[in-house]
Every structure is written in structure tokens, then in C-alpha cells.
């Protein structure tokens, strides 16, 4: 358990010859409760991860080949974070067989949202499924 943790960053140099198993609900012991800002570079995870519930700020740098999530799994992760204020999501490949339309996820605490999208349809499929403040900065 981490019940003080409130910052959590991983990257993994080696994830191209890792063999290490992806960040879970073992991590911590499913045990974070002040658990506000994840920064994860270069490794991968699993999008229903505890981790992903709660955050202030989500910054998800280059994924492991076995973490590229569908559209439903990563509107489901966002949905767990209705205070999100900062969300970065670079080197992300969307995995494009699961893209129907959702209901849209409110996130109406962001202030901004940096997206490194592969192709300009992944990013357009993002949007189209959030429910974003007026006034947030958009970088793409």
C-alpha cells in the first residue's frame, strides 16, 4: 500500500526488450488513495489499473505494444477521473476495432489536453467522444 503517495512517475528504457509484466492493480496493492498525478513513459500497463481513478493529472508518454488501448478502454479510464485538470497522451496508438460511439465523458475540470495522435482520424474519434470546458488549451 502507498497511502501518502500522491505522485506517481515509471518509465521503462528498456521496453522494446522488456519482458516485465504490466503495471496492475498490484501495483501498490490497489492502495493509493491520494494518488493525484501519474506520469508513465516507455512501459505498459493495464487501463483498468487503480491508478487511473481519481487524477488531477494523466500523462501517458509511449506504450508498451500490449497496452494500446481501444477507444472504450480509455473513455472508461478517463471516465474514472472527473477531476482531471492536465491530460498528455503522446506515442499513443489507439487500437482502431472497437471506435462506436460512446456517451460522452465529461472532463469539465480540464484545463488543458496535449494529444500526439498517430493519424488525425484517432484524434477526431477522441474528440468527438469528450465533453470538454470552453476555455480549454488544446495542443495536438
Known sequence: PAPLLEIFEFSDARLAYSTTKP???IVFQGQSPRLRSVELMCCN?????????????????????????TMPQLLSALRRMPALEHLTLERLYINPKETKRLGKVPLAQLKSIALGAELITTATSLFAQLALPVDVKIAI
Open 45 to 69: 500497463f493495464s487501463w483498468t489499473a487503480h491508478i487511473f481513478s481519481g487524477l488531477r493529472i494523466l500523462s501517458l508518454r509511449g506504450t508498451g505494444i500490449t497496452s494500446f488501448p
Open 23 to 25: 503495471i496492475s492493480n
